[in-house]
T-cell receptor
């Protein structure tokens, strides 16, 4: 399978605990994104990497959220001191730069569903 | 500000044609995407329009009018498997790095 993979697929945690999600993008894609989605809503942008550089970060993100992409390949998203409002599906996507035949479309992973009790 | 609106729900019959509308207000418009999302799954890309007009891709077509801030997704010969949420999205302030998404239109295809 050469698509975007995310791990874990499901995570249940108690309020106040830290959680970490991993994303492995499509290998030739240098652009990586994290989005969050709750039921009945569209995805909400969290952050964007180009190679290992984090170039965009949503102002909606509190200091409890941090993302890394140390070698420009896989990425991790960590949430510290989780709150019940963090319960959501965390989606990772990767893409090529738009140009030529490429539309810049996002290729999403299956998501990591977080439930905070 | 930037805003994307689409109907919340639609119902159609198998074999029919359905049009899902999307209106947007953006600064620095840089294209409009349509994605399909089945329940519990990730969104998958359907189409991208940056110029006015209709683009056809099999049973699905997408239309854009930049002057009207309007797009639609046209689904022909509906199949039961087309029951899904259809999401309209556009780059925020023309920034391809960050998409702004509509809430999605939940389409139910009935036999």
């Amino acid at each position: 399978d050469t698509g975007v993979s995310q791990d874990p697929r499901h995570k249940i945690t108690k309020r106040g605990q830290n959680v970490t999600f991993r994303c492995d993008p499509i290998s030739e894609h240098n652009r990586l994104y994290w989005y969050r989605q709750t039921l009945g809503q569209g995805p909400e942008f969290l952050t964007y990497f180009q190679n290992e550089a984090q170039l965009e970060k949503s102002r909606l993100l509190s200091d409890r959220f941090s993302a890394e992409r140390p070698k420009g390949s896989f990425s991790t998203l960590e949430i510290q001191r989780t709150e019940q409002g963090d319960s959501a599906m965390y989606l990772c996507a990767s893409s090529l730069k738009r140009g030529g035949p490429n539309t810049g479309e996002l290729f999403f992973g299956e998501g990591s569903r977080l439930t905070v009790l | 500000g930037q805003n994307i609106d689409q109907p919340t729900e639609m119902t159609a019959t198998e074999g029919a044609i359905v049009q899902i509308n999307c209106t947007y207000q953006t600064s620095g418009f840089n294209g409009l995407f349509w994605y399909q999302q089945h329940a519990g799954e990730a969104p998958t890309f359907l189409s991208y329009n940056v110029l006015d007009g209709l683009e056809e891709k099999g049973r699905f077509s997408s239309f854009l009018s930049r002057s009207k801030g309007y797009s639609y997704l046209l689904l022909k010969e509906l199949q039961m498997k087309d029951s899904a949420s259809y999401l309209c999205a556009s780059p925020y302030a023309g920034n391809n790095r960050k998409l702004i998404w509509g809430l999605g239109t939940s389409l139910a295809v009935n036999p």
